[in-house]
């Protein structure tokens, strides 16, 4: 069994990996410090535990379980890269036939060039959605193009009713699911 360790406390996580795999078939892959080394030691050793600190700089315990889960589900749904926002879902009712449906987050940052926007299609499947047909916005509305995590911004994303994206089957009502991605 492969675990990797998250701890911001050396004295824990090396005591730790020495109880873990004295006399045992463990075999700790690794030992990380905060939630940012959590979420690339899992992708670089895929462990059947993560074993993580929950109080920890840059990033919880808990941030990286979800980023860890989140990123899991974006490649098995056809993600291609690097999840970079949570799934994010809405429903609308009585829309017009081209619809803005606005999504409001703080956890993005780098280039919002860099990102992609993908769609779960009625399959569950990822698509991307056409870079005209979304945008990312600050609080006045403006186009971002620098993103700063903890700072909120708007994922305006243009849906037409009975559209590839459109996971309703109601009329005049848009569900819509969508997910950033680097």
Do not use: C
């Not at 949570?86 to 703080?106: L, Y």
């Not at 769609?119 to 991307?128: E, I, N, S, T």
């Not at 600050?138 to 700063?148: C, I, N, P, S």
């Amino acid at each position: 069994m492969k675990v990797v360790i998250i701890d911001d406390d050396k004295l824990v996580s090396m005591s730790l990996k020495m109880i873990l795999e004295n006399g045992t078939d463990i075999e700790v892959a690794a030992v990380g410090e905060d939630g940012r080394e959590a979420v690339s030691l899992y992708k670089k050793y895929s462990p059947d535990i993560l074993l993580l600190d929950i109080r920890m700089q840059y990033m919880t315990g808990l941030e990286a379980a979800r980023n860890v889960l989140a990123q899991e589900q974006f490649a098995q749904d056809g993600g291609e890269g690097t999840v970079a926002s949570w799934r994010n879902t809405a429903t609308i009712r009585n829309v017009h036939p081209n619809t803005t449906v606005a999504f409001r987050m703080n956890n993005l940052s780098g280039s919002a060039s860099d990102l992609t926007l993908y769609a779960y299609g009625a399959d569950g499947k990822l698509v991307k959605v056409a870079p005209e047909l979304w945008s990312i916005t600050d609080e006045t509305g403006a186009a971002a193009t620098e993103l700063t995590d903890g700072v909120l911004y708007e994922l305006r994303v243009t849906v037409a009713d009975g559209g590839d994206f459109d996971l309703s089957e109601t009329e005049k009502e848009i569900k819509l699911s969508v997910v950033l991605g680097k």
